[in-house]
């Protein structure tokens, strides 16, 4: 798993940003979800979902803020007791360490790009090298030296990476930084049939993204320029050793210098657009690695003929708006970050090449991962398992609409709380807190989301319809307006809200 991957930079699904052709040999070898979705798009309440099977409201981690429950039971767990070695390298992103592992070496919070520190059963160590590389170290060594051949093994192997503020490995930024991407159809997106949800969130790239920590401007080239600045500044090479700083400012420094030749002449337009270009130079930059390093862990399953019996699954905690929107960062039901990157390899059980289009969620993987092993799954856990979709036994499935809810409001990037349904057709989102909205959305004839038709009376009895299903969906998940203002209280009492 990676943090923020957005589906549009995998090239199985989009090849015009970024061409990932180790990521994309799980699908060419596999199956490929084309409406893969979460149920949360944020990172902490994601990975709360993927190992326990429950939604936000039911396991208790709605934001990056709560700890996570450690009463609640989850698959990692049940695999150790039924028998399997287990091991996570990377990044979990809790605030707990992790429970249900015999070995784990994980970053601290967010963790960092460069000479990160990692927490371990034994203490904490700092290992210097670049953090995409050095899990994937991780993994491999265990693979090779600790993992127990008699035993099947489950392994969490979870990158940072294309995380926020995106610090890409030499061999990348010296060749992404040269490089220029195309510009989003709704990258000035006037949000002019929104509600006012999207109009008042914090995540535009021209108001929003900080010139030095996001696209590594330094204060020095700020200060120069006389810019009335006061976001969050470049902290780039804070952990880098000396040989590391020398090479990362022997391209950063000229592009600074550029900036600061250019800048006098630029108006909105033009920065939105520089700003676009740096985000996606280094954003990408950050996925080159983990497409490498995805394809050194692929080639060492072959190499000790592990490959033939070995489920490969790789996905992301959320998607990512590169752009779109005029975004970026996460949190909306909007496509881009709803959505997530799905692929699984399943030798002898799926069909290789395969695309399916059914509505699955986050919420499934871990009855999925459960069946595949013969592990039976707690009857408390809300998923469906996908495993008649990997066998090819799409009669069996019969899931129509997926549910969706999102509740850190205030926090970082202002988006408020709200909830919805999705079908392959239609999209309802429900706005609740502060504000009182509704908005609908038809993913066929508006596959961008830029119409909102809730008011079209044309769309009346589909919104009708919907607003059952929705209501459906909510007691299935046993979600409701007493439970949200529950934990509206809990944010009133921490203070976060008034």
Same mark, same amino acid.
């Given at each position: 798993m990676s943090d923020d991957h957005a589906y549009q930079a995998i090239s199985a699904y989009n090849n015009t940003l970024i061409e990932t052709p180790n990521i994309d040999r799980i699908a060419k070898e596999g199956l490929l979800f084309t409406n893969a979705s979460v149920t949360n798009s944020i990172c902490a309440p994601s990975r709360a979902v993927i190992l326990t099977g429950k939604h936000s409201h039911i396991n208790g981690k709605i934001d990056n803020l709560s700890p996570f429950d450690t009463t609640n039971v989850t698959f990692p767990q049940l695999f150790k007791e039924a028998g399997y070695q287990t091991a996570m390298f990377g990044k979990l992103h809790f605030g707990n360490n992790p429970i249900g592992f015999d070995e784990f070496k994980i970053l601290p919070e967010q963790g960092d790009y460069y000479n990160p520190k990692f927490i371990t059963?034994?203490?904490? /160590? &700092?290992? =210097?090298?670049?953090?995409?590389?050095?899990?994937?170290?991780? /993994?491999?060594?265990? %693979?090779?030296?600790?993992?127990?051949?008699?035993?099947?093994?489950?392994? %969490?192997?979870?990158?940072?990476?294309p995380h926020r503020n995106w610090l890409p490995a030499e061999r990348h930024y010296k060749t992404y930084t040269t490089k220029s991407f195309?510009?989003? /159809?709704? !990258?000035?997106?006037? $949000?002019?049939?929104?509600?006012? @949800?999207?109009?008042?969130?914090?995540m535009n790239i021209l108001k929003h993204m900080h010139l030095g920590y996001d696209n590594k401007l330094t204060d020095k080239?700020?200060?120069?320029l006389n810019i009335d600045y006061n976001g969050l500044r470049n902290n780039a090479t804070n952990r880098m050793t000396d040989t590391q700083r020398h090479s990362w400012e022997s391209i950063y420094n000229p592009i600074n210098d550029a900036f600061k030749a250019e800048y006098p002449t630029m108006n909105d337009s033009t920065l939105m657009v520089w700003k676009y270009q740096r985000y996606m130079q280094d954003y990408l930059g950050c &996925?080159?690695? *983990?497409?490498?390093? *995805?394809?050194? !862990?692929?080639?060492?399953?072959d190499d000790k003929n592990l490959s033939h019996n070995t489920v490969v699954v790789y996905t992301s905690d959320?998607?990512?708006?590169?752009?779109?929107?005029?975004?970026?960062?996460?949190?909306? %039901?909007?496509?881009?970050?709803?959505?997530? +990157?799905? !692929? &699984?390899?399943? +030798? =002898?059980? &799926?069909?290789?090449?395969?695309?399916?289009?059914?509505m699955v969620q986050n919420l499934d993987f871990a009855q999925t991962f459960l069946e595949i092993a013969g592990i039976e799954a707690p009857k408390d856990m809300q998923g469906k398992s996908l495993v008649p979709l990997l066998k090819g036994e799409k009669? *069996?499935?019969?899931?129509?609409? *997926?549910? $969706?809810?999102? $509740?850190?409001? +205030? @926090?970082e990037h202002a988006v408020k709380r709200h909830y919805g349904i999705a079908t392959k057709d239609y999209k309802l989102i429900h706005y609740y807190y502060d504000v009182d909205a509704w908005e609908l959305y038809d993913r066929k004839k508006d596959p961008n989301e830029m119409n909102n038709v809730y008011n079209d009376e044309n769309y009346a009895e589909i919104a009708t319809k919907l607003k059952d299903k929705l209501n459906d969906l909510r007691n299935l998940y046993k979600d409701s307006d007493s439970l949200n203002n529950y934990y509206i209280q809990i944010y009133k009492n921490k203070g976060y809200i008034k």
């Open positions: 059963q034994k203490g904490d /160590t &700092i290992i =210097n090298g670049y953090v995409t590389d050095i899990i994937t170290d991780l /993994t491999i060594d265990w %693979m090779e030296k600790r993992r127990d051949t008699i035993k099947p093994f489950l392994l %969490m192997y979870l990158h940072k990476a195309p510009i989003p /159809t709704s !990258l000035f997106d006037d $949000y002019k049939t929104r509600e006012a @949800a999207s109009k008042t969130a914090e080239t700020i200060d120069e &996925i080159a690695a *983990v497409d490498d390093n *995805v394809g050194r !862990l692929l080639n060492y399953l959320q998607g990512f708006y590169l752009g779109e929107h005029g975004w970026f960062d996460k949190r909306f %039901m909007y496509n881009e970050s709803f959505k997530t +990157p799905l !692929l &699984i390899k399943w +030798p =002898n059980k &799926i069909t290789p090449g395969t695309t399916e289009d059914e009669e *069996v499935w019969d899931r129509d609409a *997926v549910y $969706y809810h999102y $509740y850190e409001y +205030p @926090a």
